[in-house]
């Protein structure tokens, strides 16, 4: 079973932030947060991860919570191909078992 | 998608007939991954291999198997497809088991009628 919990939707107009929450108050200290997205029927795309510190990249920055019970993505001017299902998952270390939930639909309206 | 195709890309087979996929990478990475992808049930992992002929069970593997016989290929194979196999196939490949992310491929649709 999934360890998250997301919203289910969410919309956002092009140009502005998208901050996509995740809430994962059951987290280990050694399971890290993992943040994939999922584009109409393609396979699901790699965006970051993180332990416990912000981490950014040239798609999204991740803010994790010093508690580390919730964390989110902040993807910082939206575009419309960014419209997709966004999957927050958590993954033990070592593990090869990636727990995929139901995920946040992002919409970016024009 | 980054050095990894999935064969077919779409299948319609009937019901006890064996099926194969194929999954095929150019990365040279040492992880592959099998997972299904359902309404409802998000992606499930059926298969994965962690080297040459080093494979193991995910969580949805009864009904499959899987062959590695070379680090390119990773085969997942149905030996006598049921109507509860249809489903939306990825391959997935990681160099370091996911510790820095999956590259999954485009999917196979498969449909047993």
């Known amino acids: 079973d999934a360890k998250t919990t997301q919203p289910p939707s969410m919309d956002c107009a092009e140009g502005r932030a998208a901050n996509l929450p995740c809430n994962h108050s059951?987290?280990?200290?050694?399971?890290?947060v993992y943040w994939y997205r999922q584009i109409h029927s393609q396979g699901p795309q790699y965006i970051i991860h993180?332990?416990?510190n912000n981490e950014t990249n040239e798609m999204a920055s991740l803010i994790i919570t010093e508690d580390r019970k919730s964390s989110t993505l902040i993807l910082p001017h939206a575009t419309l191909r960014d419209t997709a299902v966004y999957y927050c998952i958590v993954r033990v270390s070592g593990s090869e078992k990636l727990v995929f939930g139901k995920g946040t639909k992002l919409t970016v309206n024009p | 998608d980054a050095g990894i195709t999935q064969s077919p890309r779409h299948k319609v087979t009937e019901t006890g007939t064996p099926v194969t996929l194929r999954c095929h990478q150019t990365e040279n990475h040492r992880y592959m991954y099998w997972y299904r992808q359902d309404p409802g049930h998000g992606l499930r992992l059926i298969h994965y291999?962690?080297?040459?002929?080093?494979?193991d069970k995910g969580e949805v593997s009864d009904g499959y198997s899987v062959s590695r016989s070379k680090t390119e290929d990773f085969l997942l194979t149905l030996e006598s497809a049921t109507s509860s196999q249809t489903s939306v196939y990825f391959c997935?490949?990681?160099?370091?088991?996911?510790?820095?992310?999956?590259?999954f491929g485009s999917g196979t649709r498969l449909t047993v009628v």
């Open positions: 059951t987290i280990s200290g050694n399971e890290y």
């Open positions: 993180g332990l416990k």
């Open positions: 291999s962690y080297g040459v002929k080093d494979t």
């Open positions: 997935a490949i990681s160099d370091s088991g996911g510790a820095a992310g999956y590259t």
